[in-house]
């Protein structure tokens, strides 16, 4: 079956460090890859997307490439700020009998201290 | 531009109680979708409708209902609430006839619901 591993947090930095989180994956087909943010008291927002194996996906400083030989979608930023404070979900998105199936990570928190 | 909303945002039943969470939205999306969310396991698909007058089972179906009044609207409801069915409940759409898997669902706000 098709499955989302995402590191553990809460991750806590200080403002402009470098971020980093890990998303790995197992799928059956093609899958696309995305990640949403969910600030608090809010729904889930896309972030980025990536279609095929060596996209990379960038909003709002964020990146994140497609790597089908390692499985992985890894989460970047170069220099958070308070406002990324949110959780955040990988998920493996793939057509399934005419609708979107989505596999969500279990979540990553960030936090960003001044 | 409202996007997806939902009704009520909080609520706390007493186990046995009946309940529906309220969700529609304004974009003229074809398929909807109801999650729940709890802490560790990420969101799991409760039901789902791809399009008007259908509705599916998700990986998490037992203990629920689905309404798929129009296109617009897409309730669920809690028969006989359960301490188990503590959680958040988000309701998505999203615009295609799943002719790509590309486009992201649009998410609703959120239900935090309790079961005393």
């Known amino acids: 079956g098709n499955s989302v591993t995402q590191m553990e947090g809460p991750v806590t930095l200080s403002e402009e460090a470098f971020l980093t989180i890990n998303c790995t994956y197992t799928a059956t087909g093609y899958p696309s890859l995305f990640w949403y943010v969910q600030y608090p008291g809010e729904g889930l927002q896309l972030l980025l997307k990536?279609?095929?194996?060596?996209d990379k996906g960038s909003n709002k400083g964020f990146e994140a490439t497609y790597r089908k030989e390692t499985t992985s979608f890894h989460l970047e930023k170069g220099s958070v700020q308070v406002s990324d404070s949110a959780v955040y979900f990988c998920a493996l998105v793939l057509l399934s009998g005419g609708y979107q199936k989505v596999t969500f990570g279990t979540g990553t928190k960030l936090q960003v201290i001044p | 531009n409202a996007g997806v909303t939902q009704t009520p945002k909080f609520q706390v039943l007493k186990t046995g109680q009946s309940m529906t969470l309220q969700c529609a939205q304004d974009?003229?999306?074809?398929?909807m979708y109801w999650y729940r969310q709890d802490p560790g396991m990420g969101l799991r698909l409760i039901y789902y409708?791809?399009?008007?007058?259908?509705?599916d089972k998700g990986e998490v179906p037992n203990g629920y209902n689905v309404s798929r009044l129009n296109k617009r609207e897409f309730s669920l409801r809690l028969e006989s609430a359960a301490p188990s069915q503590t959680s958040v409940y988000f309701c998505?759409?999203?615009?295609?006839?799943?002719?790509?898997?590309?486009?992201?669902?649009?998410f609703g706000d959120g239900t935090r619901l309790s079961i005393l």
């Open positions: 409708s791809a399009s008007e007058g259908t509705t």
């Open positions: 998505a759409s999203r615009r295609d006839r799943a002719r790509t898997e590309n486009q992201p669902q649009h």
């Open positions: 974009m003229n999306h074809n398929s």
């Open positions: 990536a279609t095929k194996a060596d």
